[in-house]
């Protein structure tokens, strides 16, 4: 109930190319979806996040993509650029206080140049 | 400095030494966490407090030891650790309680147990 299952575990994408992410909860209770961006020796990054009385959110390039009746969300990069090759992690969270997030196994991405 | 930020970056210690790292975050926030990033694994929270208080506890073991004397101020103590502790450790802060859920993250400390 409170795993985050994230797929693919990695992607390769020709530059320009959409990248996409996808993640599925079961504990309805989560209503904080966020994706981190991790670089190599770096800490996660907060990317983009959405709550689930929206079904889309788009900032930029990326755009999170949110299906409440299937309990999925999915991260979607649009013209990818060799920049973005990082792993992607998806979280979960719900309003417990200190919004305990669980995280999703990760999905390294590789942009080919 | 600005973030969160956490010494030392690497750190090589024997299974029998007592090391400590250290976690600041300069956002103002009153909740601090330290999570384990281990390899094709998901970030594993470990421990939560907020102001000061630690609010959570994931079944971690006695040879790590939280300690948080403000809200700015995060510390993990280790001693008599094992190989499989070896990992990226991470500390994240936000502010509880406000509606806003995120979370920043430092960029950690890469501990190899020998």
């Known amino acids: 109930q409170q795993q985050v299952k994230q797929s693919p575990q990695s992607l390769i994408v020709q530059k320009g190319g959409i990248s996409i992410i996808n993640c599925a909860y079961e504990?309805?209770?989560?209503?904080?979806f966020p994706w981190y961006q991790q670089f190599p020796g770096k800490g996660p990054a907060l990317l983009i996040a959405i709550r689930p009385d929206v079904s889309e959110k788009k900032e930029g390039r990326f755009t999170i993509s949110f299906n409440k009746s299937a309990k999925q969300f999915s991260l979607h990069i649009m013209d990818s650029q060799p920049g973005d090759s990082a792993t992607y992690f998806c979280?979960?969270?719900?309003?417990?206080?200190?919004?305990?997030?669980?995280f999703g196994t990760g999905t390294r991405l590789k942009v080919l140049a | 400095e600005t973030g969160v930020t956490q010494t030392p970056r690497h750190l090589v210690m024997g299974m029998t030494n007592k090391k400590s790292l250290k976690c600041e975050q300069h956002l103002g926030h009153n909740a601090m966490y330290w999570y384990k990033q281990s390899a094709k694994k998901p970030l594993e929270l470990m421990f939560v407090y907020n102001f000061k208080e630690q609010t959570e506890n994931n079944s971690v073991p006695s040879r790590f030891s939280p300690e948080c004397p403000n809200s700015s101020h995060l510390f993990l103590h280790l001693h008599t650790l094992q190989p499989e502790d070896s990992a990226l450790y991470l500390c994240a802060s936000s502010n509880a309680g406000t509606g806003i859920n995120e979370q920043y993250f430092g960029p950690g400390t890469r501990l190899t147990v020998t």
């Open positions: 504990n309805t209770a989560f209503d904080y």
């Open positions: 979280a979960a969270s719900m309003n417990s206080g200190t919004y305990k997030y669980i």
